[in-house]
């Protein structure tokens, strides 16, 4: 298996999610970028001791498709999106999903603002969610977030694909959603009734009996005993002037299918349960599925694809033709 690129690591106080998507004609830039990712992560968190800075860089099936010859991780595909009677989850556009973090907010903003300047031109950041670490590890409804998640080995075989796509070991898939709270609504529970759409206690963090667990709670719905382990790296964000309070949303997965199964069965609902209640009260406004490389991934890029026909043609029309790796191919190509 590939060396991994940090997802199984503890969540970091700090975290800014940038989604980009690639402009027409971008994706030398954008591949010149991924190549040099490792390093620019290095030059800035070098600078900053213990600041823990990483960039967890995930590709989105289009963008793989017109970045990328060759073998495509076998269950990249576009994020599905869920329409439920009462509850939707939009599938929104990205290519790309840069998931840095770091114990300070100043690594973090300086790696973005490095690979905003390196895009420039090539790839239009769509989406930019400023993550921070709230008391206890809380999400903005008070709750704790992030106890159930796998960790050591059981992590590591949650998040990271094996030998079942041998090629790819070593990588992950990850889905991110954006979510907005409704605290007003929110608030007007008792905090009794709050545990009720968790699962757990609010205080301490204690999962309900089954007797006390109602069946449409969150932690119900996504019971990981029975429907397989992820690894989430969920952070707060918000704005104070806008009055927008959210959970970004971001599970790591060997299988996209797992998370895919608890998302139809939040949104869905299934024999047990008609939604997950938490959706009363948190919106989803995205939704993405990205493929993330092992590190070495980085290092040796796989060939771009050959370019469409229209384009391999030389404008003179002297059967002088690019080949996807750049080298020149003479008369392999004639004008019909
Ligand atoms: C509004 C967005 C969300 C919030 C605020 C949220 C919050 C929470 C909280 C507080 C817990 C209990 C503590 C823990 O184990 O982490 C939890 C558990 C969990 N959540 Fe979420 N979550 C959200 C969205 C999602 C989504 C979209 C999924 C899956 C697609 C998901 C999957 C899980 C899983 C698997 C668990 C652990 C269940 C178990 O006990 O086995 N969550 N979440």
Not at 65 to 85: I, M, S, V
Not at 137 to 159: H, I, S, W, Y
Not at 188 to 194: G, N, R, Y
């Amino acid at each position: 298996m590939g060396e991994p690129q940090p997802i199984v690591d503890p969540l970091s106080p700090s975290a800014i999610f940038l989604v980009a998507t690639i402009d027409a004609g971008g994706e030398a830039t954008v591949r010149d970028l991924l190549a040099d990712l490792p390093g620019l992560r290095r030059s800035v968190g070098f600078r900053l001791p213990g600041s823990g800075l990483a960039c967890i860089t995930s590709i989105g099936s289009a963008a793989w498709d017109r970045l990328f010859a060759g073998p495509k991780p076998a269950e990249l595909h576009e994020f599905p999106g869920y329409h439920g009677e009462k509850h939707q989850a939009p599938a929104t556009p990205g290519d790309l999903l840069f998931h840095l973090k770091a114990e300070g907010a100043d690594a973090v903003f300086e790696l973005a603002m490095k690979i905003r300047e390196r895009l420039a031109g090539a790839a239009t950041i769509i989406d930019e969610t400023v993550g921070f670490r709230y008391f206890e590890q809380r999400d903005l409804l008070g709750f704790v977030d992030g106890t159930e998640n796998p960790e050591g080995q059981l992590a590591v075989t949650a998040a990271l694909i094996g030998a079942d796509d041998p090629e790819f070991a070593g990588g992950s898939y990850v889905v991110v959603q954006k979510y907005l709270h409704d605290l007003d609504a929110w608030r007007a529970l008792s905090v009794p009734e709050q545990e009720r759409v968790i699962g757990r206690t609010k205080l301490e963090d204690f999962e309900l009996s089954d007797a006390d667990k109602p069946l449409n709670s969150h932690v119900a719905v996504n019971d990981q005993d029975d429907l397989g382990t992820i690894v989430r790296a969920n952070m707060p964000f918000g704005s104070i002037k806008d009055g927008e309070f959210g959970t970004y949303y971001i599970a790591y997965a060997a299988s996209p299918s797992v998370t895919e199964t608890m998302l139809e069965r939040m949104f869905l609902g299934s024999d047990e349960a008609a939604y997950d209640r938490i959706l009363d009260f948190s919106t989803a406004i995205t939704g993405t599925l990205f493929f993330t490389p092992p590190n070495l991934f980085f290092d040796a890029l796989p060939d771009a694809p050959a370019p469409a026909v229209a384009e391999r043609e030389s404008p003179s029309g002297n059967g002088v033709v690019i080949s996807g790796n750049g080298s020149l191919g003479i008369g392999t190509m004639k004008r019909s």
